[in-house]
């Protein structure tokens, strides 16, 4: 088999397995969906009649075809708390938990990466102690703490962010007032996910960098008299990148879950939360399509990681037998 | 084990440990009970606010003096315990420049509260007015007393809440926030503790099988860690903990479910780099059984590793159960740590400013968690000494 063969049979595993979990978590759930929308005084017939409009009639395979066909063309079927459809609610969800993600990932990655370096450069140093001490401190602190002090502090008590929501109500006009209301709102969710997520990538690419430093390579090419940028970069930076993307892969189980909490603490209007209240609230079409979106998301991107690794490092692309 | 003694983590578990089987019974009260208003603050912060007070009259000891220096209590509640039948007595207020107030008869079985509409009309205040208020508008001496009367056995109970309470105020039930975290620590442990445990049972059991075993045993295992650790954990922690109920146990199952994969890797290389040690040949050459080998040789190998690793597994179960516990998917009448910090992002202590209610339960979470991290790198670098000679 190919690498990509693999690779992306490895992905679609992952999401028939998601898919069989969803289908299976959802129904084991208390409460057949029927009674949670009709009133215990219909007759036997109608609820006959309710259970077929669900399909839950039919037998339990068929069922499961189903659910897979529809989910996979992406209609969720309708709410049980909103009655709308919930494609059209996780729509306008998206793009916000995309943007939170994306940005804090990008700036905890990019901000961890750079004082890594400088740590491993610069061993011994306060800025190495900070660095594993912020390294420890992120490990252990709830990040739902760390965002309600930085809520309690800079929205309530100094009140220069807004308290909640993703979106001023109601929304300034304009298109550039719309996006300063929208990057205000964003601001301390990012720089909260920023805080919590730099020091794990700081320590761990000081680590990786020490390692590399200290390789036989590093030597040689000192010995030859490049220039201390270009070992660093073309060399030390260069070896560390497909492991950077491993590591970058990892992580984002990690960061979708942390969409939830973050999203349910400052009240922003994304997936996370979303998933929150129509888990609480037994919505099992929406708590369905939610989760399929974050494993979905998380799937993808692994496939993307997968993607820049063969790129970076030539050797993932041969087969494990050849090499 | 000597090194030990000198981690300053194993004192925090120790000292945590103590406080959480002591728990409750460090407090007069029992930690769901209310007693002081609500978001009351912290007894040393606030000190024009009144702390709550309870005032006692007998007929030994009819009367007391209140020296107030405070603002107006935020309530104020009477009631006459005991046998006390009917007196002809009554409970006086005697205020600084105006004439004695007749509050209440002592009868038995009489109580009244300052909010309580009969009660005001009886003082002779508007119906919406603040009863503790009008009575104790300004500082100076009060005199609480009983009129002249016959003797009688019970006693009058006069209540004023205060603004604050308590080592660490109040949360928005009035319940003791001191109390309440105290009995928070007994859960993080407990969870965290028993998670650990099984997820290091597990992953041992299978670790030691995918790595002695081999084939597609092996193959499978693998695959499914690969596949359970790209899920991403959170919604499914979620959709379990709603679906097999809330309690302790059930949670600490379901996190262990989910936290195996690490120690089965760790496991699996550690036999794979046994498995083909000559004495481990040689055992085989003199016909010991597999069950033997694994039993008596390659899992006594593990221990120090398994040590370590379930030490440093305890922090992402409290983290989780703590997390689980804030999105509110916990059992309300279960106090823990996270359910203390989802009551105070819901119930409104960011509105009142209760920041008393937020910084002890999440610093509280951390340090248990340091501690841990703390007594499990000890451990490790027992396990593998040069992990300590790497770190200078």
């Known amino acids: 088999m190919s690498y990509w063969a693999r690779r992306v049979s490895g992905a679609a595993l992952v999401l028939g397995m998601v898919l069989a979990l969803n289908f299976a978590l959802f129904r084991m759930m208390p409460g057949d969906p029927v009674t949670s929308v009709m009133d215990p005084d219909f007759s036997p017939e109608a609820r006959e009649r309710l259970r077929q409009v669900y399909g839950l009639d039919r037998p339990l395979y068929a069922q499961f075809a189903l659910y897979v066909k529809s989910t996979l063309s992406f209609d969720f079927g309708v709410s049980f708390l909103t009655g709308r459809p919930v494609a059209d609610e996780l729509r306008s969800r998206v793009p916000n938990t995309a943007a939170l993600l994306g940005t804090s990932l990008l700036l905890s990655a990019s901000l961890g990466t750079w004082l890594g370096m400088k740590a491993a450069l610069r061993r011994g140093s306060l800025l190495e102690r900070c660095v594993l001490w912020s390294g420890a401190l992120s490990f252990s602190f709830p990040s739902f703490f760390v965002q309600l002090v930085l809520l309690m502090a800079l929205a309530s008590a100094l009140p220069l962010f807004p308290l909640r929501g993703s979106l001023s109500v109601p929304p300034p006009e304009g298109g550039w007032g719309f996006a300063l209301d929208y990057v205000h709102h964003l601001a301390l969710p990012v720089l909260s996910l920023t805080l919590l997520g730099f020091g794990g990538w700081a320590i761990y690419v000081r680590n990786l960098a020490v390692k590399v430093m200290g390789e036989d390579f590093i030597l040689m090419a000192r010995a030859r008299g490049l220039p201390r940028r270009r070992i660093l970069l073309g060399h030390v930076f260069r070896t560390m990148l497909p492991t950077l993307l491993t590591l970058l892969l990892m992580s984002l189980p990690g960061v979708v879950s942390g969409a939830v909490i973050t999203e349910t603490v400052f009240s922003l209007h994304g997936v996370g939360r979303f998933l929150l209240e129509a888990v609480t609230g037994h919505d099992y079409p929406a708590a369905g399509a939610a989760f399929f979106l974050l494993s979905l998301l998380t799937v993808a991107c692994n496939l993307l990681a997968d993607l820049l690794y063969s790129v970076v490092d030539p050797r993932v692309r041969l087969d494990r037998s050849a090499r | 084990m000597k090194g030990l003694a000198r981690r300053w983590g194993f004192w925090c578990l120790v000292v945590l440990t103590i406080a959480a089987i002591l728990g409750e019974r460090l407090f007069a009260a029992s930690p769901g009970d209310q007693v002081a208003a609500p978001f009351s603050k912290p007894i040393w912060l606030g000190r024009y606010l009144p702390p709550t007070m309870e005032l006692r009259l007998t007929a030994d000891s009819p009367s007391a003096t209140l020296d107030w220096r405070y603002s107006p209590p935020s309530g104020l509640s009477l009631r006459v315990e005991g046998p006390a039948g009917e007196t002809g007595r009554f409970v006086e207020l005697v205020r600084p420049g105006s004439p004695p107030l007749r509050l209440a008869p002592v009868r038995e079985g ?283």
């Open chain 2, 110 to 392: 009489f109580a009244a509260d300052g909010r309580d509409i009969a009660f005001k009309r009886s003082l002779g205040l508007p119906p919406f007015k603040d009863a503790s208020a009008h009575l104790f508008p300004e500082r100076g001496e009060y005199v609480l007393s009983l009129t002249d009367g016959p003797s009688f056995e019970g006693s009058v109970v006069v209540r004023l809440e205060g603004g604050r309470y308590g080592l660490l105020g109040t949360d928005q039930r009035g319940r003791d926030a001191a109390a309440l975290f105290v009995t928070g620590i007994r859960v993080s442990l407990i969870v965290g503790l028993f998670a650990a445990l099984l997820a290091t049972l597990l992953g041992t059991s299978l670790g030691l099988a995918a790595g002695y075993l081999g084939g597609w045993v092996d193959a499978v295992l693998m695959r499914t860690v690969d596949l359970l650790l790209s899920i991403p954990l959170l919604p499914v922690l979620m959709a379990l903990a709603a679906l097999w109920g809330r309690g302790l146990w059930q949670l600490a199952l379901i996190l262990s479910v989910f936290s195996w994969m690490g120690t089965a890797r760790t496991v699996r290389s550690l036999i794979l780099s046994l498995r083909d040690a000559p004495y481990i040949e040689g055992l085989r050459g003199l016909g010991a059984s597999s069950g033997y080998i694994l039993r008596r040789h390659l899992l006594p190998e593990t221990f120090p590793v398994l040590l370590a690793t379930m030490t440093l597994g305890v922090p992402g179960a409290i983290l989780s159960e703590a997390g689980l516990s804030f999105l509110g998917l916990s059992d309300p009448r279960v106090i823990s740590w996270g359910r203390m910090l989802h009551e105070a992002h819901s119930f409104g202590a960011f509105a009142a400013g209760a920041w008393w209610l937020l910084i002890p339960p999440g610093t509280g979470i951390s340090i248990l968690c340091l501690a841990f991290l703390d007594v499990g790198k000890h451990l490790e670098e027992t396990a593998d000494p040069r992990l300590r000679r790497a770190r200078t």
